[in-house]
């Protein structure tokens, strides 16, 4: 009888340890960032993580298809802005974990809890320091001053992180003051907008240009490739009082709606928050640490520290709708 029960409980266990072995990820971040850290969680917990890589879109376009059938646990991506527009068409459900709520601070996280930033990028100011004193930057609203006329090269309005960046703005000012601030951008334009934030940079080296907005990463790859260009990273909008400061933005994760391994899910999502594994995150894309007890690699940190703006990242979803159309309005191609 004892025999029977013990064979029952081990039989049991083993079929909960198979039910738990494994979490299925779709993931817009790539193979090369994300696959170390799945190694080691597998090698952590014994728990395997599958993942396909893809851009947001087909991801996105893939979990919808699938409806209930999807094999896909959690979706992983960059921007905050398509994080929202995933809960905004039902891919996602809220996870409530106190961990989660104790790792990665509010104002990057879903109020609703549908996802959660788990890397931070900054969206700053790269100047020449040949022909900008950094005295004379002050703030992204700064840059629609007439004392830029010809100075200023922008990645192209297409990109989500600009118009991140602009909807962050909306909600900041007010539609109508983020407006006449992109007008004055396009109005100082040195060049027709670049498709990526590497080119803006390589074209204010060049000396084409003196100033431009980009994530940090891109500058942290190219310095690493380039170390002598003269580029420089300034942190804008510190100085003024009120809800401004670096506009950041986040990569991120929420489990899909119809998970098959929801806990398991939820089990990755707060590995990934804790401070065991928010180095391996970030610094492997020269990002910073999503949860503030981690600090970024020194490569990082040695381009200073900066207060960044603490509108919820979400706000960047919300209003991207509206700044898509306001950059039109503006010009801003
Ligand atoms: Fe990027």
Redesign the pocket.
């Known amino acids: 009888m004892m025999k029977t029960a013990l064979l029952v409980l081990a039989l049991l266990a083993q079929i909960g340890a198979a039910s738990a072995a494994e979490v299925v990820v779709y993931s817009a971040r790539n193979e090369q960032l994300i696959k170390p850290l799945f190694d080691a969680y597998t090698r952590q917990t014994g728990v395997a993580v599958k993942f396909v890589t893809d851009k947001e879109g087909p991801l996105m376009a893939r979990l919808k298809a699938e409806g209930r059938n999807t094999p896909a646990d959690l979706f992983m991506t960059?921007d905050a802005g398509n994080l929202w527009q995933a809960a905004e068409e039902g891919l996602l459900k809220p996870v409530e974990s106190k961990a989660m709520k104790a790792n990665i601070p509010a104002h990057l996280r879903d109020p609703g809890n549908e996802w959660f930033g788990l890397s931070v990028?900054a969206r700053t100011l790269v100047y020449n320091p040949n022909r900008v004193k950094p005295g004379e930057l002050a703030s992204y609203e700064d840059l629609a001053s007439p004392k830029w006329k010809k100075r200023l090269c922008l990645r192209t309005s297409k990109k989500v992180?600009n118009q991140s960046l602009v909807a962050t703005l909306i909600g900041e000012y007010g539609e109508d003051k983020a407006e006449a601030m992109v007008k004055g951008w396009v109005a100082n334009l040195a060049a027709e907008p670049f498709p990526d934030?590497t080119k803006a940079m390589e074209a204010v080296a060049a000396g084409l240009c003196d100033v431009t907005v980009v994530?940090t990463?891109?500058y942290g790859r190219l310095m690493e490739k380039k170390p002598n260009l003269p580029l420089a990273i300034f942190w804008p909008n510190q100085a003024l009082k009120g809800n401004t400061g670096v506009h950041v933005n986040v990569s991120g994760a929420g489990v899909t709606r119809h998970a098959k391994h929801a806990a398991d899910a939820v089990k990755l999502l707060e590995w990934l928050s804790s401070d065991k594994a928010q180095n391996l995150y970030a610094d492997v894309n020269m990002e910073y640490p999503a949860n503030p007890k981690v600090k970024p690699d020194p490569a990082v940190a040695a381009w200073g520290s900066f207060k960044p703006n603490l509108i919820n990242v979400a706000e960047a979803g919300r209003l991207q709708a509206k700044a898509v159309m306001l950059m039109d309005r503006a010009g801003y191609k």
């Open positions: 960059v990028r992180y934030d994530n990463y891109y």
